[in-house]
Nanobody, 121 residues
């Protein structure tokens, strides 16, 4: 089992920045690819960013490419999502997940509880 706890969400004005953190405990963190997803009201959960076990490979959804950066610190069992130039359409609950790196939710075995990000216009 892997337990994931997100933090860092909140309310921010458009154009602002937030950094989300996801702390992992349980099994060896570095054994897992990590992903960030988000879900807005009435919408499906969507892939935002992913990072490989070593951190050498990253991938992003087109909607956030160039604005968001995913990183990980295996010594701290933590994955981060730096979000810059935030837009109102970025408003959602953000989830981190551990599993096999990929775009589909089914590739991830463990999920955090989510953290709310609200971007005001």
């Amino acid at each position: 089992q892997v337990q994931l706890v997100e933090s860092g969400g909140g309310l921010v004005q458009a154009g602002g920045s937030l950094r989300l953190s996801c702390a992992a405990s349980g099994r060896t963190f570095s054994n897992y690819g990590m992903g960030w997803f988000r879900q807005a009201p009435g919408k499906e959960r969507e892939f935002i960013a992913g990072i490989s076990r070593s951190g050498s490979l990253t991938s992003y959804a087109d909607s956030v490419k160039g604005r968001f950066t995913i990183s990980r610190d295996n010594a701290k069992n933590t994955v981060y999502l730096q979000m810059n130039s935030l837009k109102p359409e970025d408003t959602a609950v953000y989830f981190c997940a551990a599993g096999r790196l990929g775009y589909e939710t089914g590739r991830y075995d463990y999920w955090g509880q989510g953290t709310q990000v609200t971007v005001s216009s």
